[in-house]
């Protein structure tokens, strides 16, 4: 039982930068991993970017690295993903998942919408 809450979404100009965050309530397990997939007008859902809670051990599409970040505050629960350097084919609305694997995702949060200007 975990409930995952996005917030962070909005309008950017392309080459400008947000940060995401994924709330996390209720039980979670260390052996967990949190991440997030993004599906953008037309396409399907597509995994961004994950980090395993216990090691921190990260893992980002090619699409992403470099340019997106993610990473953990133990203290609030809560998952971040900084973008930088934003496309327009960025665009999408990106949701926070978690699951033992992310191969297989057990929650999702509602999806914040993420908007990049040429």
């Known amino acids: 039982q975990v409930q995952l809450a996005e917030s962070g979404g909005g309008l950017v100009q392309a080459g400008g930068s947000l940060r995401l965050s994924c709330a996390a309530s209720?039980?979670?397990?260390?052996?967990?991993?949190v991440g997030w997939f993004r599906q953008a007008p037309g396409k399907e859902r597509e995994f961004v970017a994950g980090i395993r809670w216990g090691s921190a051990n990260t893992n980002y599409a090619d699409s992403v690295k470099g340019r997106f970040t993610i990473s953990r505050d133990n203290a609030k629960n809560t998952v971040y993903l900084q973008m930088n350097s934003l496309k327009p084919e960025d665009t999408a609305v990106y949701y926070c998942a978690a699951a033992i694997n992310l191969s297989n995702p057990a929650y999702w949060g509602q999806g914040t919408q993420v908007t990049v200007s040429s």
């Open positions: 209720g039980r979670t397990l260390l052996a967990y991993a």
